[in-house]
């Protein structure tokens, strides 16, 4: 039995901050109203599947990114109160998964992010039957960006502590792959190096574990048609494992940092107007702070190693002591989530 101790419990992982975004991640059902304005299974011009990240609500940290893209792509910041300034219509479903860490359990993950691929593919699939003029947007965003990745070009294979069932790439030159105009991912979890569609410094590194040949195939045929771009942050433990310095934060911070740039190059790429500029003011509206602290929002890595390579064995939004121990870990979790949940009642 591996016991962490009070320096490894340092390496402290949650997904859930405070923020002025209307990001909603916290999981309680989202309180921006403008944000759930955009949910809609109605045939749309735009139309975007979201991905969240793990034990993250609906629809997670990509909630105030999709509504910058909607508002610039609409031409209309305030679809709540002027609903028929623009005949160009914009909005989002969430890709119905668990999104579980695995901190709910070792296989938890890769039953997950695989149920997370199959009912990416399905929606699109049904969507795309149903409304075959709509333009297709996908988001993802940690486990959701590995399970974005997946239904572009194929998933399964091992990730952390268990090993993820196979799907299929989709086929970019027929419905629903065809109708696809954009799909932007950030800090996925199953990601390769050197890729010509990432961006940011932790380009060169893998994630928590690499892509094989076939898989990347799949994607690059979405890249090379330009659809396809990635962020990932030097730093960030989850997509550029190796990198350094370690800093949770590289991987929570990526909506703070690149909505603005993200949401220009989605609505450029979704257009194909090089001219479009987004203004970040529109979505920077003050919303109320989420109290998903309450609900367990935070989450915590206990390896036992402490020292240099706990930075390395933060594993973002999974919590896995890999020497076992797992009882005396959920319990430390549970002691952690405590003190995340007041620390980060206190930001
Ligand atoms: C997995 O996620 C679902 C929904 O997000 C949640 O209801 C369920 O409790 C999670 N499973 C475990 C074992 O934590
Ligand atoms: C890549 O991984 C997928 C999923 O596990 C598998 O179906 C495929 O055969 C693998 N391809 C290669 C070249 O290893
Ligand atoms: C990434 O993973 C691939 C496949 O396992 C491996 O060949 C490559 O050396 C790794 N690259 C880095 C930078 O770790
Ligand atoms: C492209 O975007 C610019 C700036 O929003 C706009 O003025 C222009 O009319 C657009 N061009 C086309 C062809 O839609």
Not at 211 to 220: H, I, S
């Amino acid at each position: 039995m591996h016991f962490p101790t009070a320096t490894t419990v340092l390496a402290l992982v949650f997904l859930h901050t405070p923020s002025t975004l209307a990001q909603c991640e916290a999981p309680v059902p989202c309180q921006d109203p403008v944000l759930n304005a955009l949910q809609s299974s109605d045939c749309q011009t735009y139309h975007a599947f979201l991905a969240r990240g793990s034990d993250s609500g609906y629809p997670g940290h990509l909630g105030s990114l999709i509504r910058l893209v909607c508002e610039t792509l609409t031409g209309n910041p305030h679809p709540d109160t002027d609903p028929d300034a623009s005949d160009v219509s914009c909005g989002y479903e969430n890709i119905v998964y668990p999104a579980n860490s695995t901190y709910a359990g070792q296989e938890m993950w890769c039953l997950s992010a695989a149920k997370g691929a199959n009912a990416g593919q399905l929606q699109m699939k049904e969507y795309a039957e149903r409304c075959p003029q709509s333009k297709l947007i996908l988001l993802g965003f940690s486990q959701g960006g590995s399970v974005a990745l997946d239904v572009l070009g194929g998933g399964g294979g091992p990730a952390f502590e268990c090993v993820q069932a196979d799907n299929p790439a989709m086929d970019p030159e027929t419905s629903p792959g065809s109708n696809i105009v954009a799909a932007a991912i950030f800090g996925a979890v199953r990601r390769t190096a050197n890729q010509p569609y990432t961006v940011k410094g932790g380009k060169d590194y893998n994630g928590t574990d690499p892509r094989n040949g076939t898989q990347l195939d799949g994607l690059n045929a979405f890249a090379d048609k330009g659809l396809l771009r990635e962020w990932c942050n030097i730093g960030d433990p989850i997509c550029a494992v190796g990198s350094s310095p370690v800093d949770v934060e590289q991987h929570l911070n990526y909506f703070k940092l690149y909505d603005q740039e993200a949401a220009q190059w989605l609505v450029r790429t979704a257009t194909g107007n090089e001219t479009v500029v987004v203004s970040v003011t529109s979505s920077r509206v003050p919303t109320k702070t989420p109290t998903g602290t309450k609900t367990g929002a935070a989450r915590a890595t206990a390896t036992g190693r402490g020292g240099a390579d706990g930075g390395a064995d933060t594993q973002g939004n999974q919590v896995q002591d890999k020497e076992g121990g797992a009882g005396a870990v959920a319990a430390m979790g549970y002691i952690v989530v405590g003190i995340v949940g007041m620390v980060v009642a206190l930001l």
